[in-house]
């Protein structure tokens, strides 16, 4: 189901699936690639995410960013990314029954949730291909169930990057590596989907 909800900088784009058992108040919210570089909710390795979570029984949220096809507002930086990410947060708990919250995100879309893991007081994290390399890392250090997935070919993000910065944190995420695989997971998506399977059964 595609909507539109208020966000900080306008009207976002949404696309939701209540959660597959009744009983369940799971939710996972999936943050996309970098909107200047053509990242969208449609990308492939967003929608493998969202179809492991449902098969699991978790709701999912996916959305464009300020400024994606049908969102309102423009890039920035960053920042206003994480108040996007932030309004959905709230507008879910306000609407859906949500007993437990993962926040999931691949390349720019990492970034963005674990910039807010804390402040939203989610219950778990998962990154895909975290842009290490390319934004400020420094300040981030989650201390929820943290799931991570790199690809060990890697063209965008520099995959060593990313294991020299996990090996510094005081609390290092579950990673599921795999060596063969490019930064779009060209090829791997059946991985990538039995990867969510075995973390989160």
Same mark, same amino acid.
């Given at each position: 189901?595609?909507?539109?909800? #208020?966000?900080?900088?306008?009207? =976002?784009?949404?696309?939701?699936?209540?959660?597959?058992? /009744?009983?369940?108040?799971?939710?996972?919210? =999936?943050?996309?690639?970098?909107?200047?570089?053509?990242?969208?909710?449609?990308?492939? @390795?967003?929608?493998?995410? &969202?179809?492991?979570?449902?098969?699991? %029984?978790?709701?999912?949220?996916?959305?464009?960013?300020?400024?994606? &096809?049908?969102? *309102?507002?423009?890039?920035?930086?960053? &920042?206003?990314?994480?108040?996007?990410?932030? /309004?959905?947060?709230?507008?879910?708990?306000?609407?859906?029954? @949500?007993?437990?919250?993962?926040?999931?995100?691949? /390349?720019? %879309?990492?970034?963005?949730?674990?910039?807010? @893991? &804390?402040?939203?007081?989610?219950?778990?994290?998962?990154?895909?291909?975290?842009?290490?390399?390319?934004?400020?890392?420094? /300040?981030?250090?989650?201390?929820?169930?943290?799931?991570?997935?790199?690809?060990?070919?890697? *063209?965008?993000?520099?995959?060593?990057?990313? =294991?020299?910065?996990?090996?510094?944190?005081?609390?290092?995420? #579950?990673?599921?590596?795999?060596? *063969?695989?490019?930064?779009?997971?060209?090829?791997? =998506? @059946?991985?990538?989907?039995?990867?969510?399977?075995?973390?989160?059964?």
């Amino acid at each position: 189901m595609k909507q539109l909800i #208020d966000g900080a900088a306008g009207k =976002l784009q949404i696309r939701m699936t209540r959660p597959g058992h /009744s009983s369940s108040a799971k939710w996972v919210v =999936l943050s996309h690639p970098h909107p200047q570089f053509g990242g969208t909710m449609n990308n492939k @390795v967003i929608t493998t995410l &969202e179809r492991a979570f449902q098969r699991l %029984g978790y709701g999912t949220l996916s959305y464009n960013f300020r400024g994606v &096809e049908a969102s *309102e507002g423009h890039y920035d930086g960053g &920042e206003g990314e994480q108040q996007d990410l932030a /309004s959905l947060v709230t507008w879910l708990r306000q609407t859906e029954s @949500v007993s437990h919250i993962t926040l999931a995100g691949f /390349s720019f %879309g990492s970034y963005i949730a674990l910039k807010q @893991v &804390e402040h939203l007081k989610a219950d778990a994290i998962c990154t895909v291909a975290p842009p290490v390399s390319m934004m400020d890392f420094s /300040s981030i250090a989650p201390k929820v169930p943290w799931v991570l997935i790199q690809g060990g070919q890697d *063209e965008v993000i520099d995959s060593k990057e990313v =294991l020299d910065w996990l090996w510094h944190l005081p609390k290092q995420p #579950d990673v599921y590596w795999r060596a *063969e695989a490019s930064h779009f997971f060209h090829g791997q =998506l @059946v991985w990538l989907k039995k990867v969510i399977a075995m973390a989160y059964h």
